[in-house]
């Protein structure tokens, strides 16, 4: 069972499924995390533009287990550059590659 509800998605629990564990939660809550984040700021900052038409459809592309369809609407980032609100938009797309990445995982029995 899935639910959708805007951009949230919730999926039940399951340890399982592949990327299980590396979800953005485990970004912001420790010191290599908010690096991590920091310096993918700081990599988009050379050039933003070329980062969200040119360095993130591609990297979205070469991700196992993402439909088409949803690297098209992730490849959708929103423009601000600010580190508090690009981080929150990198938290939120990792969230949801990892969300369509567990429904696409699901046998076509399991599918709602």
């Not at 990327?19 to 995390?33: I, N, V």
């Not at 993130?56 to 098209?72: I, T």
Request: with cysteine.
């Amino acid at each position: 069972m899935k639910l959708v509800v805007g951009r949230l998605c919730l999926l039940p629990i399951n340890k399982n499924l592949p990327g299980r564990g590396y979800g953005s939660e485990s970004l912001t809550t420790t010191p290599f995390g908010r690096q991590v984040l920091s310096a993918i700021h700081a990599m988009a900052a050379v050039d933003f533009a070329a980062f969200r038409h040119a360095f993130l459809p591609h990297f979205l592309r070469s991700l196992h287990g993402l439909a088409p369809e949803h690297v098209e609407h992730l490849a959708q980032f929103p423009p601000d550059t600010d580190l508090p609100t690009f981080t929150q938009n990198i938290q939120r797309l990792m969230n949801d590659v990892n969300c369509y990445r567990a429904y696409n995982s699901l046998t076509p029995a399991d599918a709602p």
